[in-house]
């Protein structure tokens, strides 16, 4: 039977995706403090608790949600931020077309939640629809050969907004390696990935990782 790793509510996406919308995020992108009183300080500014530092800082919001605020470390700036809305993840490769079918089953309701919050997205799709967009950063999951090979993301839509500073949305359906192809049990995951701009010149925020 395969374990939820992460359930939130669509719901509950949909109110964290209002409360994101509201940040400055000139500042979010600047990166928290690296002294932890002034960290607690720039947290509490947008109403998050800081809780601990692996590859970014990781918040608990008024929502009672968690983000990752993406980062190399301490004091420098942030990249993205992350929100994970549901994972679970299979015991065996005879469970890895359930998690499939749960992944797209629970896809629906969590894309229908930020279409409400942030209208229709310019880019909607699967991992094998013509066009599908490169996304931000350096990860080898943004690769084309990995999405064809592992079906990853499995699902993708994404929101871009002319406001100064404002990221670029992506909501994501992620399938772990191994759960396309059959060569192992894996997870599967639908996330909110906030990506930070880009700059011109390569230097800008959205490289730095």
């Excluded at 939130?8 to 992108?29: D, F, I, Y």
């Amino acid at each position: 039977m395969p374990s939820l790793i992460a359930n939130r509510r669509p719901q509950e996406l949909g109110a964290e995706l209002w409360s994101l919308t509201g940040l400055n995020w000139e500042v979010v992108w600047a990166g928290p403090p690296a002294e932890e009183a002034a960290r607690r300080e720039w947290c509490a500014a947008f109403g998050w608790q800081p809780l601990w530092f692996e590859s970014g800082q990781y918040v608990r919001t008024r929502q009672g949600g968690k983000l990752r605020l993406g980062s190399t470390a301490y004091g420098r700036p942030v990249t993205r931020v992350d929100y994970t809305s549901w994972a679970v993840r299979s015991t065996s490769v005879e469970e890895n077309a359930q998690v499939t079918e749960a992944l797209l089953e629970r896809w629906a309701s969590c894309l229908a939640a930020a279409t409400t919050v942030l209208g229709p997205p310019v880019w909607s799709g699967a991992w094998d629809t013509e066009g599908f967009p490169r996304l931000p950063g350096h990860g080898f999951d943004g690769s084309e050969a990995w999405r064809r090979e592992h079906q990853d993301p499995h699902r993708l839509a994404v929101w871009s907004f002319r406001t100064p500073g404002a990221p670029l949305f992506a909501l994501r359906a992620n399938l772990g390696a191994g759960v396309a192809t059959g060569q192992g049990p894996g997870e599967a995951r639908i996330s909110l990935v906030c990506h930070g701009p880009e700059a011109p010149d390569g230097q800008g925020p959205g490289w730095l990782l």
